[in-house]
């Protein structure tokens, strides 16, 4: 079956549950169970959102943001150390956890940040100036206190 087909066939699907997903994506031939269609929904921010009546679906969010209180609480939880060097700020995190604290980090939209890298347990964090780095410190640190 061509890509194209496949598209339609998962998007014609309404109120799907993530069991269900997972069964049509095992049918496709993918290897998944409900607990990692879980993870990836959550891992790419995917919302429920209502189409029609009584019936949903899940979407991409148009303008992902983070709040103040799901911010300091990754940062607080998660990160280890950090380190600059001209304008780029070397965040280390508890293993596995990189990824998401970046992801806030660029959810937050710091002007400071002109974007980040994430491996496992370090990100790599590009200043748009390195004049902004000690302001980018400040923020994080305020944040960890």
């Known amino acids: 079956m061509e890509l194209g087909n496949r ?15 997972a069964d049509m ?13 879980s993870r990836d929904i959550k891992e790419l921010a995917l919302i ?11 979407s991409l969010p148009t303008e992902v943001t983070v709040s103040e209180a799901r911010l300091r609480f990754m940062l607080k ?9 001209s304008n780029i700020l070397v965040v280390r995190t508890a293993p596995g956890n990189a990824n998401a604290v970046a992801s806030a980090l660029d959810n937050a939209q710091w002007a400071e940040i002109l974007g980040s890298v994430a491996g496992d347990d370090t990100i790599l964090i ?11 410190i400040d923020k994080l640190e305020s944040y960890l206190d």
Do not use: C, H, W
């Not at 939880?77 to 060097?85: D, I, Q």
């Open 7 to 21: 598209i339609k066939k998962f998007r014609e699907k309404i109120n799907m549950s993530q069991e269900e997903l």
């Open 25 to 37: 994506l095992k049918e496709e031939g993918f290897q998944v169970t409900q607990a990692t269609v």
């Open 48 to 58: 429920k959102v209502t189409y029609g009546e009584d019936q949903y679906r899940y």
């Open 77 to 85: 939880e998660f990160v280890l150390n950090y380190a600059a060097s």
């Open 126 to 136: 590009v200043a748009r100036k390195p004049e902004e780095i000690p302001l980018l």
